[in-house]
């Protein structure tokens, strides 16, 4: 049986090695953590269904174990080429053909100074708030409830600033329910969004969208927010212009929740300088075209599959995963 190491397990890599194993193939996970699940086992609920992350992972590790998938955990990849990948430890193994499934790495909020993220309390990423969801602890770092909160849009996204000028396209959705979510937890708090475009692309996001603006009552302001700082009574104090009127606007707000964006794993440029394989100018891998071959990669026998050549949903992720593993199973099955 042909080898298809899948490097990165995260909701691509389990999807493509599950269709390599209906393909006919024998694939093996390398997951660099200790365990299976990648970005999905830090988020609560997904959108735009407010279904379970952990039971989304849930399902697909299941599946993978009942099918009885090789994995190893707690392995680095550090290089590759069609047949065959390194570790980081200096093993090397022999395939037939890679997937890389490596998916992105979140913006570092603290590169934004401006905005205050490991500086000033109360100051929390889309990310934390995602584990405070998932913990139950979502309070002011006093323990109090936040009577207003303040979401920002594209932080270390469509940024020439911070080189990262592509739109990372799930933070609007994102804040959307995480601005619900916080309803929910706080009804009597009021909720703000400081937006610079709404970019609702997928199934059932626009209605999400409506139902956050007519019945929880979010509020939706275009403008971006240029500076955050402090107050005495233990606040944050945002300056923010309103791009539809023309004002400018400063609030004083409980908790300012930043929605950081996707950005490119810094390997991308190791692995392509490596491999042969390209990489688009947002740092991603490019695939050999945008129209006709987006699973397969500018070199022959390596595959892409999810957030690895740009920002992507779960349920996108896992269609590549299906696409990347039946081309490379035709791959492996010519020679
Ligand atoms: C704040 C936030 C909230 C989100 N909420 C939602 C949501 O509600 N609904 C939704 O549809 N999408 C959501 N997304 C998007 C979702 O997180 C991604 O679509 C998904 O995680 C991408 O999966 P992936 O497998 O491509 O990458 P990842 O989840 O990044 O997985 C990649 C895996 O590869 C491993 N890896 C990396 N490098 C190596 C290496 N060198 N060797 C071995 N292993 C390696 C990593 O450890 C990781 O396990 C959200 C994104 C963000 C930023
Ligand atoms: S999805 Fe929305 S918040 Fe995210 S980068 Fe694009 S426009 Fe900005």
């Not at 139950?136 to 849009?153: E, N, Q, T, W, Y």
């Not at 911070?162 to 959307?176: A, K």
């Not at 023309?246 to 929740?257: A, E, I, W």
């Not at 920002?311 to 995963?321: A, D, I």
């Amino acid at each position: 049986m042909k080898r298809v190491i899948v490097i990165g397990g995260g909701v691509a890599g389990m999807q493509t090695a599950l269709r390599l194993a209906d393909d006919g193939c024998d694939p093996l996970i390398l997951e660099k953590e200790g365990e299976l699940g990648g970005k999905l086992r830090d988020w609560y609920v997904l959108f735009p269904t407010f279904t379970p992350a952990s039971e989304v992972l849930a399902e697909l590790k299941g599946r993978v174990i009942r099918r009885g998938i090789e994995v190893r955990t707690s392995a680095e990849v550090a290089a590759f080429t069609p047949h065959s990948v390194t570790l980081a430890g200096g093993e090397t193994l022999a395939c037939d053909a890679v997937v890389v499934a490596t998916g992105f790495t979140l913006f570092d909020a603290r590169i934004k100074e401006e905005y205050g993220y490991g500086i000033y309390d109360n100051v929390v990423t889309s990310a934390d708030l995602e584990r405070m969801f998932a913990e139950g602890r979502v309070a002011k770092s006093d323990g109090s409830r936040p009577r207003r909160i303040a979401f920002l849009h594209c932080v270390g996204s469509r940024d020439e600033k911070v080189c990262q000028s592509h739109c990372s396209r799930v933070c609007c959705i994102t804040g959307v329910k995480q601005a619900m979510e916080m309803k929910r937890l706080f009804p009597e708090a009021d909720v703000f969004n400081f937006y610079m475009d709404i970019r609702m692309f997928g199934p059932g996001y626009e209605e999400m969208y409506r139902e956050a603006q007519q019945r929880c009552n979010i509020h939706f302001v275009r403008g971006r927010i240029s500076e955050a700082s402090p107050t005495i009574d233990g606040r944050i104090q945002i300056k923010a212009e309103d791009t539809l009127t023309g004002r400018p606007l400063k609030m004083s707000v409980d908790m300012l929740v930043l929605l950081v964006g996707m950005r490119a794993n810094d390997s991308n440029a190791r692995f392509a300088a490596q491999s042969g394989v390209e990489r688009s100018p947002s740092g991603f891998l490019a695939p050999k075209s945008l129209f006709l071959d987006g699973v397969r990669s500018t070199a022959e026998g390596i595959f892409y599959a999810g957030t690895v050549t740009a920002p992507k949903s779960v349920g996108e992720c896992v269609c590549e995963g299906y696409a990347a593993a039946d081309a490379a199973a035709e791959y492996v099955k010519e020679r």
